[in-house]
């Protein structure tokens, strides 16, 4: 067996550009990957400017790579400016470990999860009486966005970080800018708008850490870590941008599939109502016994993960299935196309959270689902996000019925997370007490 990417199906390229003709195509690369697997199966290549990309949407294969820690810099090249030592995104192994072991510290912690639950609620409620108050539509990327932020400063930050609005649309911004140049796609912002933008992020994040706020686990362990002033602004950075959408973009894709689906939102409410009586949140003990709210989320994360794919690089020659894969290819785990793939995931476009009922998942592949990424550059921030979109979620459901707009349509769009193009637009109506 020789180690020859062109020996893997896959589309022709076209010089100098590769595939970027085919994936603006598609809609973007979450939308190409799902074409590319049903045409070349399950292991499939193409190519980006200067990177040969393969592409395993076959779970089994996918535990092969576990391992590996390296990430493709190509690929992540377009987050580069945002950093004043080094892209986080793909620092290598040795500076990686100990960075991951002070992340999983801070943001894993259950406990610390528990004490800050009472603020989540509190913050969360503050956005539910404002749609209570105004009425009718809401943008919910928007405003769950904004809600998410404010959730990750509070437990990260011990506050606020600059205008919860601001911030939040100066990372898009950025991301998408950033983004457009690596594909050449039209600016969003601009030259100078992206200054602009990048210099407020910063200097938010330069005042939270020179001004000493209680509750922040996250600045107390890296005051204590000695590392350059530079890389913990960029922990907190990265913390900051990994945080500040995911969340929210899940909760309002899962109000989305609620919206569709009233038969299971009635269920989710019969389940909220049963467990929380006439109150309004839960508390951080009952979260963790609502199980359909757990299926909902999960299977709103399957249907449309907020992290679409995720990426490695191979520092020797693999073999995958079939073939042999040479050193220096860069790996695509195709999220959407995993949870996407009907060899697990019969009828895969159907919403349906018992999916992940004990008895449903047994047997199913471990990669089959992998919302989070895996191994060893797996999401730090998933146990941390997943009571974050089980709160908001319980909060929202309890207190609304949600009606999607007449004529507004949601189309997902891959800016680095899964958005709406036009966002989600709903008709907030409150729900008897
Ligand atoms: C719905 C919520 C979220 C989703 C779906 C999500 C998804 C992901 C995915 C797919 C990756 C790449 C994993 C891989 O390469 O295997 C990732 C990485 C990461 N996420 Fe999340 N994430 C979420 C929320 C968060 C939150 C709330 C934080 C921080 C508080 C966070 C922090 C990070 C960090 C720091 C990385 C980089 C990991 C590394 O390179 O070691 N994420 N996330």
Known sequence: MSAEWSSIPGPVPSPPD?????????????????????????????????????????PELLAVTARINRRPEELFEFLSPLFEAGNLQTIGEREHVPWRRLLLAALGNHRSHEAHFAAFARLTTQLADRWAAAGG???????????????????????ELGSA??????????IAEYLGRQYGLPSVIGEDGAAEALAYVRQTITDVLETPRQGSGLVGMLAESGWEPARIRDTVLVVVMAGYHTSGVAVSWALHLLATHPDIAARLREELDSVLGGRMTPTYEELRSLDYLERVVKEAMRRYPPGPYAARELAEDLVLGDYLVPAGTTLMYPIWALHLNPAHWPEPERFDPDRFTPEAAEGRPKFAYIPFGFGPRSCEGAALAMVEIKLMLAVLVRRFEFTPVPGHVVTPVERFVLWARDDIRMTVTPRQP
């Open 165 to 174: 609005r601001r911030t939040s649309a100066a990372f898009r911004d950025l």
């Open 18 to 58: 590769g595939n970027v003709a085919d994936i603006a195509a598609a809609g973007g690369l979450h939308t190409f990957q799902l074409e590319l697997h049903e045409r070349h199966g399950p292991v499939a290549r193409f190519e980006l400017p200067g990177t040969r990309v393969v592409s395993v949407a076959d």
């Open 137 to 159: 539509e809401v943008a919910l990327q928007q405003d769950l966005s904004e809600l998410s932020l404010r959730l990750i400063c509070e437990f990260a930050l011990g506050g």
